[in-house]
C-alpha cells in the first residue's frame, strides 16, 4: 500500500489528546464556513429527507461551550460519561466536548435488548449521564442501574431532572481554556462489543488507540483526504471529522441498519457528491440491488470502506459495476478491541482469492493495517497467559493481533482480560476470538469464529471456511454452518438462505446441488443435512454479522420435527 502524503490543514500523527481535538480546531480555524456534520431534520416531497447543516466552526464552537458547561457540572477528566444519544450533530458536538475535557464516554448500542443494555450500564458505573428523553425514562423506571449516576443532562425538549443541553446554546460566552492535555494511555472511552457471540464487554480505548486509529484509517485511504463521508456507523464520524470531512448522516435507525432505505442513500450520495463512505454489508447489498433494479450509476464515489462482516464476493463485483473504473471498494476486518485489523481491495480480493475461498481456504481479510502486527497460536478456549507461537495442525489457529490501535485492556469483565489478552514482555496481544491462517504473503485469511466452530468426533469444522464452498451456488444469498449436540456426537447442520425471489419449489433441486458440492470437498464431506431459513438473524450493530447461536436453536427445532 502506498505511503505517499498528500500536504492538508489537518495535523499528521497527533500523540494522543490534545492532537485529536487540535485537528478539530485546526480545521474550523483553516475552513470556518466547511460543512462538518449533514443530517436528516425532516421529510420533503415524497418522503425525501430534508437536512440540516453544521459548519467546523459551529461544531468547535458548540463543543467548545459544551466543554465549559462539562466542567462546570462535574464532567471532568477521567469522568465516566453514558451517552445514549441519537445519531447527529448533537451527538458529535457532545462528543468533541467530552474529548476537551478528557471525561470518558461509555457508548452502549441500545440494540442490544434492554436488560443486556442494563447489565452493561452497571457494570461500568457511569458517574455522568447524557441522554434524549426516553433514554432518561428509563433512568426513572430502573434506578438501581443507574444509581452512580450523579449528573444528569438532557437532550431534547423535555427536562428529566439536571441540566438541558438545548438551554446551553451553542456559542461560548466567554475566552475558551486550553484543551487539557492527556497521556496516550490514558482511558479516552469505553465502547461495548456488540455481544452477538457472548456477553458484550466493556473496551478500554486510550488516547493513544484514536490517535493510531486516525493514522490508519489516512493511510488506508493513501493519505488522500475524504472530502465527504456517507457515514452509517455514527462513531466512524468521528474520525472522518478529524480527517476533515464533510460527514453525512442518511436516515438509519440505530441497532436498524438493515432497514435502511437503499432510495435514501442513493439520494444523500447524489446530493451532496459522496467521495467515501464505511457501510456493512446490510447497507451495501440492498444499495446494490437497488442500483440494478432503477439502472444507477454512483459516479461521485472514489472509495468504499465495508465492515462488520463479509461482503458476498457477488456484491463486491456488482457494486464496482455501479462505480468509476478508478473507484475502490476495500473489506475490512476489525473488531471493537481492534479497529482496523486489516484490509483487502476489491481488485485483489476477486482475482484469485475467490477462487481460493470456494476451494475451502476461508476468506482473505489482506494484510494487517499500518504500524499492526498478527500471527496465529493453537486453539484452545483456555486462558494463554504468555506468548506463545504454539499454532494449530494445518496452520489454522486462533489470529492475535498487537499495535498502537489495539486495546490492552476491557473494563469489565474482569475474568476477560485473562481470556482475552496474552502477556510478551511489555507488549499485549489481543486474542480476537477469530480463525484463521496467514499466508506467504502475509495475508490473513478468515475461517471462523473460535465459539462457533463445530466440533465433531472427526474433528472440528471451521464455519466460514465450509460456507464459502456452498456460497457459489447462484440461488443462495448466505449459509451458515452450526452445529447440533446429539447423544453421542454433535452433528453439523448448514443453514441457507435463498436470494430474494427463488420459489420454493426449486428448494429441492438446490439442495441437491448443494449436497454433491460438499461431498467433492474434504473440508465439507461430513455436513448431509440442509434446512432452509426464512432469513437469519443477525448482529445488532452492523446487522450483517449471522447469529448461528440462535440459528443452532432454531436448526435442532427442526431436525426434531423432521424426525418425528
Not at 292 to 312: E, K, T
Request: net charge neutral; charged share 20%; proline share 7%.
Amino acid at each position: 500500500m502506498s505511503r505517499a502524503t498528500t500536504t492538508t490543514a489537518v495535523p499528521a500523527r497527533p500523540a494522543a489528546h490534545c492532537g485529536s481535538v487540535e485537528r478539530i480546531r485546526a480545521i474550523a480555524r483553516a475552513h470556518p464556513d466547511l460543512e462538518a456534520v449533514i443530517s436528516p431534520d425532516g421529510k420533503g416531497e415524497a418522503g425525501v429527507p430534508t437536512y440540516g447543516r453544521l459548519t467546523y466552526r459551529e461544531l468547535d464552537d458548540w463543543s467548545d461551550l459544551l466543554a465549559q458547561r462539562f466542567e462546570e457540572i462535574g464532567i471532568r477528566r477521567g469522568v465516566r460519561t453514558l451517552l445514549l444519544v441519537t445519531p447527529g450533530p448533537e451527538f458529535y458536538a457532545i462528543m468533541i466536548g467530552l474529548l476537551k475535557v478528557a471525561a470518558v464516554p461509555v457508548v452502549i448500542d441500545p440494540g442490544m435488548g434492554l436488560r443486556p443494555m442494563l447489565t452493561c450500564l452497571k457494570s461500568v458505573s457511569p458517574q455522568a449521564f447524557i441522554g434524549i428523553s426516553k433514554a432518561h425514562l428509563l433512568r426513572l423506571v430502573f434506578r438501581s442501574a443507574f444509581a452512580t449516576v450523579g449528573v444528569k443532562v438532557t437532550v431534547g425538549r423535555k427536562l428529566w431532572g439536571g441540566h438541558s443541553l438545548r438551554a446551553w446554546g451553542r456559542t461560548p460566552d466567554r475566552p475558551v481554556a486550553p484543551s487539557q492535555e492527556a497521556p496516550a494511555d490514558e482511558v479516552m472511552m469505553i465502547a461495548f462489543t456488540t455481544g452477538s457471540t457472548g456477553p458484550a464487554k466493556a473496551v478500554n480505548l486510550t488516547h493513544g488507540n484514536l490517535a493510531a486509529m486516525l493514522d490508519q484509517v489516512d493511510d488506508a485511504r493513501k493519505r488522500v483526504p475524504p472530502e465527504t463521508s456517507l457515514i452509517t456507523l455514527p462513531i466512524f464520524g468521528v474520525l472522518d471529522l478529524m480527517l476533515g470531512s464533510r460527514c453525512v448522516l442518511p436516515p438509519i435507525v440505530p441497532g436498524e441498519v438493515g432497514s435502511t432505505d437503499p432510495a435514501h442513500v442513493v439520494d444523500a450520495i447524489h446530493r451532496f457528491d459522496i467521495r467515501t463512505m464505511f457501510a456493512s454489508p446490510a447497507v451495501l447489498v440492498p444499495l446494490v440491488r437497488y442500483a440494478q433494479s432503477h439502472d444507477v450509476r454512483l459516479p461521485s464515489v472514489r472509495s468504499i470502506y465495508s465492515g462488520g462482516a463479509p461482503v458476498p464476493d457477488h456484491a463486491i463485483a456488482a457494486l464496482r459495476a455501479i462505480l468509476p473504473a478508478e473507484a475502490e471498494v476495500t473489506a475490512g476486518y476489525g473488531s471493537t478491541e481492534a479497529l482496523p485489523m486489516s484490509s483487502i481491495e476489491s481488485r485483489e480480493l476477486l482475482g484469485e482469492f475467490v477462487a481460493r475461498a470456494h476451494a475451502g481456504a476461508g476468506t482473505c481479510i489482506g494484510r494487517p493495517a499500518l504500524g499492526l502486527e498478527a500471527r496465529v497460536v493453537g486453539i484452545t478456549d483456555e486462558p494463554i497467559p504468555t506468548r506463545s507461537d504454539e499454532t494449530a495442525a494445518g496452520g489454522i489457529g486462533e489470529i492475535v493481533v498487537a499495535g498502537p490501535n489495539v486495546s490492552t485492556s476491557y473494563a469489565w469483565p474482569e475474568a476477560a482480560n485473562a481470556l482475552g489478552k496474552i502477556r510478551d514482555g511489555d507488549r499485549i496481544w489481543h486474542r480476537t476470538g477469530d480463525l484463521g491462517w496467514i499466508d506467504e504473503g502475509g495475508r490473513i485469511w478468515f475461517c471462523g469464529r473460535k465459539s462457533q466452530r463445530v466440533r465433531t468426533a472427526d474433528g472440528a469444522l471451521f464455519t466460514v471456511q465450509c460456507e464459502q464452498i456452498f456460497n457459489t451456488v447462484p440461488e443462495v444469498f448466505r449459509t451458515a454452518l452450526v452445529g447440533v449436540r446429539g447423544d453421542s456426537d454433535t452433528r453439523p447442520v448448514l443453514c441457507v438462505e435463498l436470494m430474494p425471489g427463488v420459489r420454493k419449489s426449486e428448494r429441492a433441486r438446490i439442495e441437491e446441488e448443494l449436497r454433491e458440492l460438499g461431498a467433492q470437498s474434504h473440508t465439507t464431506d461430513r455436513i448431509h443435512d440442509f434446512l432452509f431459513h426464512p432469513g437469519f438473524p443477525v448482529d445488532i450493530r452492523h446487522n450483517a454479522k449471522i447469529g448461528r447461536e440462535k440459528l443452532t436453536v432454531w436448526a435442532a427445532s427442526q431436525l426434531v420435527k423432521a424426525e418425528r
